[in-house]
């Protein structure tokens, strides 16, 4: 029995809601057609060069996404930029990519959700209104009130990260935190974590005057990268569809994404 990219995508969008995303956000799909039949589909954060030569090596006719492949208007095809390349070679190779961006962000399997079950914390609840009883972000209660140099310890471990960049005194008492993948390091979200309650914030992308902000607030801040805070939601996508469609080979892309490295 054969497997329509359609009815892969109908079983995400029941999870992650395209009209749960942010109106500036793409999301859907991004090129190929809906109706070709999936025997492989490659899960990935990016739709990355480097990814899609995964795709094409092993054969794979779908590519998934958290990140939208297209986010900016494509004005030509000219084949001058890397993306019109990357979109010229995913047509040419027949593969369907789809990419569930902000509206897997907020869902309830999606990355926030993902990364507050791997940090194990209990008595998760939504942490910025998106309006429609959905959140942006999760805050909730540590198994047991960690020293923040031992949280910054625990991250690491569950991220499998060997360093990270962290901002807060290292005997702070912890057991309330905040987090948000990606590049949550908003004031309205730390804001919002220290009226939860919470002494840290976890998030990706952390700037100089975010720290700062942290400080004024007196929040513990934890930059756990972009990439290792989103990426774990390739596993939760990996066991939701592998789950249901036994006849798909779905494979979590092999492919590291982390463009920054602290050496």
Known sequence: MSVKAKEIINII??????ELCCSWDNVG???GDSNCEVKKAVIALDCSAAVIDEAVSIGADMI????PFIFKAVKNLNFDTPLSVKIAKVIKNDIIVYSA???????DFGTNYTLAKLLELE???GLVSMGNDSYMGRYGNLRNELKFGDLIDFVKEKLCAEKL???GDMDTAINKVALCTGAGADFEFMAE???KGCQAYITGDVGYHDAQIAEDLGMCLIDGTHYLTEVIVVDTLYKILSDKFKEVEFIKSCVNGQTLNIV
Request: no cysteine; hydrophobic share 45%.
């Open 29 to 31: 799909v991004m090129a």
């Open 101 to 107: 961006h902000t509206n897997l962000d907020i869902a």
């Open 13 to 18: 969008e029941s999870i992650a809601p395209k």
């Open 123 to 125: 008595n998760v609840h």
């Open 193 to 195: 974590a220290k009226k």
């Open 64 to 67: 998934i996404t958290h990140h």
């Open 165 to 167: 960049v962290v901002n």
